[in-house]
């Protein structure tokens, strides 16, 4: 057998063992019945499915030419993962005043081709919006300012 389409077959792949994961490490949740659901019992579907996916992918990667893998970039990755740490740094100590944009900057370091004018709008106009949503709309107890 020949791998066809390499994307299907890693993003197969990768479904297939995230869900494996969450179906071992949910096994000790109490399961319940269709009727009376305990609190495993949608987690433990949802990676069922996930993993039917998964499979799906890989099977259909097996017979069906497509793309080949994009080359591994590490800076995308870098700054997602930096944006990450530093909402979850900065959230309690500066608000989300300050957090969200922040965070926003560095994910947008990700890419390269856009400048730093539009880079700081879109900042801004989503911190904006996300701070009339979660915390205006729903009354979510972020801290919108320092020391809060």
Do not use: Y
């Not at 994009?70 to 959230?91: D, K, M, Q, S, Y």
């Not at 990700?110 to 911190?127: E, K, Q």
């Amino acid at each position: 057998m020949k791998i066809r389409n390499p994307s299907d077959f890693g993003a197969g792949l990768l479904i297939t063992g995230i869900s494996l994961a969450f179906l071992v490490t949910g096994q000790s949740l109490p399961q319940g019945t269709l009727s009376e659901m305990g609190p495993g019992w949608f987690p433990r579907h949802v990676a069922l499915l996930a993993l039917l996916a998964g499979i799906a992918l890989v099977v259909r990667s097996l017979a069906r030419s497509g793309h080949p893998l994009p080359r591994f970039r590490i800076r995308p990755l870098l700054a997602v993962a930096a944006a990450v740490f530093a909402f979850a740094v900065c959230i309690n100590r500066f608000g989300f005043v300050i957090a969200a944009p922040l965070t926003l900057l560095i994910a947008s370091l990700a890419v390269t081709d856009t400048r730093m004018r539009v880079r700081l709008l879109i900042a801004l106009m989503v911190s904006l919006i996300a701070a009339a949503i979660f915390i205006g709309a729903l009354g979510l107890s972020i801290p919108l300012w320092p020391g809060q």
